[in-house]
């Protein structure tokens, strides 16, 4: 989805169900503020924070608004004025105005052009913190999503029913003068719920002071002091006031820039430069009620926090941070990065800037097939479960190639890390996502990527012990009662490393210019009972997948059949697939799944079906993804969905093609192990390779994958 500053946001599921969103940035440099309390979730980037409630709606940096709002790329906007004359706002495609409003739309395109205005009367509006009266917001504009221009957009005089009582805020600049232009944030500690709302909450400092009228409390307060560029937020110091008391007389506190004296940052064993970062703190209420701030800011944009030392004394504080960090730029030897996930002791934001012993870390040494030459983007996302929001930014790369990846060792309990990693970084198109899993400080492993053929895949969980509860998936075929819930069309185009999954057959996630087909059946005992398009986004479904399939209440035999193509000149190998799945199924009142697993987001009875599962190693391969021509060697290793049951793989076939499936030869399978198989045959030079794979099991299901083009030699 387009936000409001040109950035797009990519969402994905996450611990438990919860989004991990995928920033792709639009423009160079700036800090982006997750504010999250109950179910309010706002994106919201610096510059813009001081406009919230004179002259920008909060509904325009809401994501589930955001997702509700957009069609076909562009972002519909409304405009409301005063006067006759509509205000010209850069970038805003109008399509119509009458009496005071005019509505239009923002692209992904024409929001940078807008936002870059926006940066420019922040620059104008800083240093006499003139927000929302002059420039852009001249003639009382206001801007909101269609149906969100409401009090919020601009609040009127407030009506407590409640005691209110005043508090002044007073802040100093780094010159330690009064401060003019910069954000002050108050909130209530013991429930946010009560008062944290951005737009009543945050207050800009005039001539030293801003001026909030609160609930008698305990509260917390953050002072957000930036350092404006020609191009947009340099430098943020966040200086926080862990807890202070509201009681009735006038409550005055004190924000002193200076006091962000700490500048995030890390001292790591190889030279490196931070590309990207996040940090965020939780304030715990007392009544299981938080709020979270989440920064996070990449290519070259700096973040100074004051570090305290006294813990609140009214629920609790928790501060995590991750970083990326680069290999320079021309450095010899193969690409590397760090990830790294740091979090703050109990109850106190500690000095930011960390050294990072090489005993912490983990080693992945990753390589990346790729058909097309491109440059591409990789991303780790390292979650804590208390963190409220997961946010992770993609990092170039050129593809095919290899990187070092050395990430944090860290406690299972706490966090888990995913890596994704997408073909055509301006698109964040093609490529595969890895389930969540947890290294350990000192291990060495290697990670192979987006090698051939690529076909459907079930999902793997790869995190096993205490934290699994905080890291659940859904099975990729389970039966609840008489319904078939099936999501294979999710994880179309995955390679053949368990836990690795493709992006699916939806057109956001496999780039511009690409023709998605695709087609699925379902029968039962011979006869057809479902059928449809697999490229369509289902919302039906109990997770993201197929429509659920209403099944007969006696035992039967289920085929599902799905069929995908992806055409176009970024992707030439495996670009179309068949595979049919053949099973014995029944009905069943549903067993408790382990804790890793969901059926429902409120529920683990369910009945993981036995299909079969299959995948390749193609011997000899280039990272191109080519082998020599003559003789061809296929490792195949035959198995079941996790949880699926575990009857025995009585046999496999392979059949090869070198004209595009015209004709078709059987290879030499011989037996290597249970559930592993060896395929041999002999091929042409310059021939692309299709492949039509078969297995069955003890329990009479079956498996039949067709893959065009499967690899070249």
């Known amino acids: 989805m387009v936000l409001l500053n040109g950035d797009r946001a990519v969402t994905m599921p996450g611990l438990g169900g919860r989004p991990v969103t995928t920033m792709l940035p639009a423009r160079h440099g700036g800090i982006v503020f997750n504010l999250r309390a109950g179910r309010e979730n706002l994106f919201i980037p610096a510059t813009a924070l001081p406009y919230l409630g004179r002259g920008l709606s909060p509904s325009l940096f809401d994501l589930a608004s955001l997702r509700r709002a957009e069609s076909g790329g562009r972002l519909p906007i409304v405009v409301s004025y005063a006067g006759l004359r509509r205000p010209d706002l850069p970038g805003l495609t109008v399509t119509g105005s009458a009496d005071g409003h005019a509505s239009g739309y923002l692209t992904a395109s024409s929001a940078p052009v807008f936002y870059a205005a926006l940066v420019r009367q922040f620059r104008a509006d800083h240093g006499r913190a003139s927000y929302g009266s002059d420039g852009l917001f001249a003639g009382n504009v206001t801007i909101a999503l269609p149906g969100a221009m409401d009090s919020r957009a601009r609040p009127s005089r407030p009506r407590p029913d409640f005691p209110m009582h005043p508090v002044t805020v007073t802040g100093t600049n780094l010159a330690g003068k009064p401060d003019t232009g910069d954000e002050a944030l108050v909130v209530d500690a013991a429930d946010p719920l009560n008062f944290s709302d951005p737009v009543e909450a945050?207050?800009?400092f005039y001539h030293g002071q801003a001026k909030f009228s609160v609930p008698?409390?305990?509260?917390?307060?953050?002072?957000?002091?930036?350092?404006?560029?020609?191009?947009?937020?340099g430098t943020s110091r966040l200086v926080v006031l862990p807890q202070f008391r509201v009681q009735g007389n006038h409550t005055h506190i004190h924000l002193d820039e200076r006091a962000a004296s700490s500048e995030l940052g890390a001292a790591t064993p190889r030279p490196s430069k931070v590309q990207a970062w996040i940090f965020g703190a939780v304030r715990g209420g007392l009544h299981g009620r938080s709020l979270g701030i989440v920064l996070f800011g990449w290519q070259g944009v700096h973040l100074w926090l004051s570090p305290t030392t006294?813990?609140?004394?009214?629920?609790?504080?928790?501060?995590?941070?991750t970083q990326t960090l680069a290999s320079p730029r021309g450095a010899r030897g193969t690409p590397y990065v760090y990830n790294l996930a740091i979090a703050g002791p109990n109850g106190v934001i500690p000095d930011q800037h960390v050294k990072i012993a090489p005993s912490s870390l983990a080693t992945v040494h990753e390589r990346f097939y790729q058909d097309i030459a491109s440059t591409g983007a990789t991303e780790t996302t390292l979650e804590y479960h208390k963190l409220p929001e997961a946010v992770a930014v993609p990092l170039p790369l050129r593809l095919p190639g290899l990187q070092t990846e050395y990430v944090t060792g860290t406690d299972p309990h706490a966090v888990a890390y995913r890596v994704s990693y997408a073909e055509f970084g301006h698109s964040l198109s093609g490529g595969q996502y890895s389930s969540f899993l947890t290294v350990r400080a000192g291990e060495k492993r290697t990670e192979i990527w987006n090698d051939y053929p690529l076909h459907?895949?079930?999902?793997?969980?790869l995190i096993h012990g205490f934290p699994v509860g905080r890291f659940?998936?859904?099975?990729?075929?389970?039966?609840m009662g008489d319904k078939l819930e099936l999501s294979f069309n999710n994880t179309a185009f995955s390679d053949n490393v368990p836990g690795h999954s493709g992006v699916g057959m939806y057109g956001p996630f496999s780039g511009p210019h690409v023709k998605l087909t695709g087609s699925y059946a379902v029968y039962q005992n011979g006869v057809e009972i479902a059928h449809g398009n697999p490229t369509t986004l289902n919302t039906t479904a109990s997770f993201p997948g197929l429509p659920p399939v209403k099944l007969s209440h006696t035992p039967s035999q289920?085929?599902?059949?799905?069929?995908?193509?992806?055409?176009?000149?970024?992707?030439?190998l495996s670009p179309a697939?068949?595979?049919?799945?053949t099973w014995r199924s029944a009905p069943h009142l549903g067993v408790k799944l382990p804790q890793a697993w969901l059926c429902t987001l409120s529920s683990r009875f369910c009945v993981v079906q036995p299909l079969i599962t299959l995948n390749y190693q193609v011997h000899g391969m280039s990272l191109r993804g080519s082998t020599t021509g003559g003789r061809q060697v296929i490792g195949l290793?035959?198995?079941?969905?996790?949880?699926?049951?575990?009857a025995a793989i009585t046999g496999a076939t392979v059949q090869f093609s070198v004209d595009g499936g015209q004709t078709w030869q059987s290879a030499a399978v011989t037996r290597s192990g249970a559930g592993r198989f060896k395929a041999s045959f002999t091929a042409p030079a310059g021939a692309d390779v299709s492949l039509r794979t078969s297995a069955t099991d003890a329990a009479g299901g079956s498996i039949t994958e067709t893959i065009e083009d499967a690899y070249r030699t």
Do not use: C
């Not at 006294?310 to 941070?321: A, D, I, M, N, Q």
């Not at 459907?456 to 969980?461: A, D, F, I, K, S």
């Not at 085929?559 to 176009?568: E, I």
């Open 577 to 581: 697939f068949q595979t049919a799945w």
């Open 310 to 321: 006294r813990k609140p004394s009214v629920g609790s504080l928790h501060t995590y941070e």
């Open 202 to 204: 945050g207050n800009v």
């Open 216 to 233: 008698a409390g305990t509260y917390w307060a953050i002072g957000d002091f930036e350092k404006v560029t020609s191009k947009s937020t």
């Open 637 to 646: 290793t035959v198995g079941h969905l996790q949880l699926g049951g575990h």
């Open 558 to 572: 289920i085929r599902f059949v799905l069929s995908g193509a992806r055409r176009g000149k970024s992707y030439r």
């Open 472 to 479: 659940p998936m859904f099975p990729s075929a389970y039966r």
């Open 456 to 461: 459907p895949q079930p999902g793997v969980q």
